[in-house]
């Protein structure tokens, strides 16, 4: 089994910067892609960017494209999304996923419902 710890979330303004950090333990880290998505309130999850076990291939959603980094530390079994020029429509709960990474296998999957493990989320509130 995979546990996924996020931390980082709070309120902020608009034109801030903030970092959430997803703590993984159970299985060898490097082992799993990890990706991010948020639920605004009252809308279904979307993705938001993902990043494979080795660190080297990541992906983002255009909405965020450019102002948000995914990256990661193998050895300390960590990930983290550093978000810039934070915008209200950026307000939502976030939760980091992790798939089973396969050699042959896709990296970049965006559909939520791919991921096996996820964590309880994290709130991030952006006032305008």
């Known amino acids: 089994q995979v546990q996924l710890v996020e931390s980082g979330g709070t309120l902020v303004s608009a034109g801030d910067s903030l970092a959430l950090s997803c703590a993984h333990s159970?299985?060898?880290?490097?082992?799993?892609?990890i990706a991010w998505f948020r639920q605004p309130q009252g809308k279904e999850r979307e993705f938001v960017a993902l990043?494979?076990?080795?660190?080297?291939?990541?992906y983002y959603a255009d909405s965020v494209k450019g102002r948000f980094t995914i990256s990661r530390n193998n050895g300390k079994n960590l990930a983290y999304l550093q978000m810039n020029s934070l915008k209200p429509d950026d307000t939502a709960v976030y939760y980091c996923?992790?798939?089973?990474?396969?050699?042959?296998?896709?990296?970049?999957?965006?559909?939520?419902?791919?991921?096996?493990?996820w964590g309880q989320g994290t709130q991030v509130a952006v006032s305008s």
């Open positions: 990043i494979s076990g080795s660190g080297t291939t990541t």
């Open positions: 996923a992790a798939k089973r990474a396969w050699a042959h296998r896709p990296v970049i999957v965006t559909t939520a419902g791919e991921y096996d493990y």
């Open positions: 159970g299985r060898t880290f490097s082992n799993y892609n």
